[in-house]
C-alpha cells in the first residue's frame, strides 16, 4: 500500500472517530429533547437514519444530517434508538456464536471419544474354559448348568484358554446361532503358555446383534466343543 493510500485511510479514521465523538457531545447536550419537531419538518427519515447509524452512509454524505440533529430532538430520538437496537442485536449474535461455539466442542469432544480405539479390558477379551462343562457335537440346543459367558461385541480379540489336556496346533473357532447356523469362523493356533494351552483368535463381532449364541471350538476333523455365551 502506497504512503498516499495509508494516509488516506488514517484520515477517514481519524474523521469517523470525529463524527462518534460528536454524537456523544450531542447526548450530553440533551438533543433528545430540547428540540421538539413534531411535523419532522426537513428529517431524512428512518432509512438514512439507519444507514447513518449503522455505518453505511459515507462520511461526507452523513455530515449534513447530523447537524440535522442538532435541531431536531425526534431524529435524534430515533437515532439512538436504532444504535441501542443494533448494539442489542450484535450482543445477541455474539451471545449465539458463543453456545454455537459450546456446542461445536462438546460435539468435537463427543466425535473425539467415540473414535478413540478401544481400550485393551474391550479390545482383547480373556475367557478360561478350562473348567467350563462343555457340549459336543451338531445339536446347539443341547445347554449347560453354568451361566453362559459373556463377550463384548467390542472385542476385536479372543484370548481361549483351553480346557486341560487339550493340544497345541490348528485350531477353528466358529460363531453358532441358537438354531446352529455359523455366523462367522476363523482359524489360529493354540501354544502353550504358562502351563495353559492359550487359543488367541481375531474376531469381528460388531455386526452381530446382541443376544445368546455357542462358541465353537474343535481341532480340524474333530467334533465341535460348544461354550454357550452372551454378546453384550
Same mark, same amino acid.
Given at each position: 500500500?502506497? =504512503? ?15 463524527? /462518534?465523538?460528536? %454524537? ?8 433528545? *429533547? #430540547?428540540?421538539?419537531?413534531?411535523? *419532522? %419538518? ?9 444507514? %447513518? ?9 452523513? #455530515? ?8 431536531? =430532538? ?10 441501542? +437496537? ?12 458463543? @453456545?454455537?461455539?459450546? @456446542?461445536?466442542?462438546? @460435539? ?6 467415540? $473414535? ?19 457340549? *459336543?457335537?451338531?445339536?446347539?440346543? /443341547?445347554?449347560? $448348568? +453354568? ?18 489336556? $487339550? ?11 441358537? =438354531? ?13 503358555? #504358562? ?12 455386526? @452381530?446383534?446382541?443376544? =445368546? ?9 474333530? /467334533?465341535?466343543?460348544?461354550?454357550? %455365551?452372551?454378546?453384550?
Amino acid at each position: 500500500m502506497t =504512503s498516499t493510500g495509508s494516509r488516506r485511510i488514517l484520515k477517514e479514521q481519524e474523521e469517523f472517530n470525529g463524527e /462518534e465523538k460528536r %454524537i456523544l457531545d450531542l447526548l450530553n447536550k440533551g438533543l433528545s *429533547r #430540547d428540540f421538539p419537531n413534531p411535523q *419532522r %419538518i426537513g428529517c431524512p427519515g428512518t432509512a438514512i437514519l439507519k444507514s %447513518i447509524a449503522l455505518h453505511k452512509l459515507p462520511l461526507a454524505e452523513a #455530515d449534513p444530517w447530523l447537524e440535522h440533529f442538532s435541531s431536531c =430532538s425526534p431524529c435524534f430520538q430515533e437515532f439512538s434508538e436504532i444504535r441501542k +437496537q443494533a448494539a442489542g442485536q450484535r450482543r445477541q449474535t455474539q451471545m449465539w456464536l458463543a @453456545v454455537a461455539a459450546m @456446542v461445536l466442542l462438546a @460435539v468435537a469432544g463427543w466425535m473425539w471419544v467415540r $473414535s478413540r480405539p478401544t481400550g485393551q479390558t474391550t479390545a482383547v477379551v480373556v475367557l478360561d474354559l478350562r473348567g467350563r462343562s462343555t457340549a *459336543r457335537g451338531e445339536n446347539p440346543s /443341547e445347554t449347560t $448348568s +453354568q451361566p453362559p459367558l459373556e463377550i463384548p461385541r467390542s472385542a476385536k480379540s479372543l484370548n481361549l484358554e483351553l480346557p486341560i489336556g $487339550s493340544n497345541e496346533g490348528a485350531y477353528d473357532v466358529v460363531l453358532l446361532n441358537p =438354531s446352529g447356523a455359523e455366523l462367522f469362523r476363523v482359524s489360529a493356533t493354540a501354544k502353550l503358555e #504358562d502351563h495353559i494351552v492359550v487359543l488367541r483368535a481375531n474376531v469381528d463381532l460388531a455386526r @452381530v446383534s446382541p443376544g =445368546s449364541y455357542f462358541l465353537g471350538v474343535r481341532q480340524p476333523g474333530l /467334533e465341535w466343543t460348544r461354550f454357550p %455365551i452372551r454378546l453384550l
